[in-house]
Structures are given as structure tokens and as C-alpha cells.
């Protein structure tokens, strides 16, 4: 079954009706935030009418699982460099904590200069 006949039985005769019409106003950079992915007002429905006009169910499917393997290796990807990392991570952390309680003591003592030196110097160790 074709794509065309798929959008249609997803979005009625209406909505099909609304996407020519903005078509044929020119209105290009509304569709154009609804069939990108990373676009917050993405409208998969807009996206399988648009740019899946002719696709197949095959070809949709096999998009579907390479697409599901791609996450799948990134998400592996991912936790190796957060194991890689970690103790990194936590070292950062501890220095911007130690940073934050000397911006703090600075403060309580009305921003002395030779406390804001301390801290400047602290930063400077990092």
C-alpha cells in the first residue's frame, strides 16, 4: 500500500485538503518545521504525505529498523563514554562545588579583594 493511500486513511480528507492548500499559498516554512524531525511542530503525519509520498511499506519498514539499530549502537556508544568518563565527571563536579563555596565565603565577606584573589587563584588551579 503506498504511502499516499496510508496518509490519507491517517489524516482524513481534511487534513490532506489543509496541507495542498498551504501548498498552493506558498506557506513553504510552516511544512517545513512540520516534515523535519528535529523541529519541535514535527507532524509525522505531514512527513509520511510529504516526503514518504511514494515509499513503500517495505522500504518504510526497513528505514524503521535501521533506524532502531542506529539508536541501539548510539545508546551503546553512549554508556561506554559515560563509563569511560565518569570518574572525570565526578572530578569536575567536585571543583565547581569547591568553586561555588568559595564564590559563597567571598560573599559573606562583603567581597574582600583579597577573597575574591583567593578564588581567582582557585580557578586558576583548575
Keep these: 500500500m503506498p504511502i499516499a493511500e496510508m496518509h490519507s486513511s491517517f489524516t482524513g480528507k481534511a487534513q490532506q485538503a489543509a496541507l495542498s492548500a498551504q501548498l498552493k499559498k506558498g506557506q513553504y516554512?510552516?511544512?517545513r518545521t512540520q516534515v523535519m524531525p528535529s523541529s519541535r511542530q514535527f507532524d509525522p503525519y505531514a512527513y509520511l504525505g510529504i516526503v514518504h509520498v511514494h515509499t513503500t511499506m517495505e522500504q518504510l519498514l526497513q528505514g524503521m529498523q535501521h533506524l532502531q539499530d542506529s539508536l541501539g549502537?548510539?545508546?551503546?556508544?553512549l554508556r561506554a563514554l559515560v563509563r569511560e568518563n565518569f570518574e572525570r565527571f565526578i572530578s569536575c563536579k567536585n571543583t565547581i562545588d569547591d568553586i561555588e563555596k568559595g564564590l559563597q565565603r567571598a560573599e559573606m565577606d562583603q567581597g574582600d579583594a583579597t577573597?575574591?584573589?583567593e578564588v581567582l587563584s582557585q580557578l586558576k588551579e583548575v
Design 29 to 31: 516554512a510552516k511544512l
Design 73 to 77: 549502537q548510539q545508546t551503546t556508544e
Design 115 to 117: 577573597n575574591t584573589k
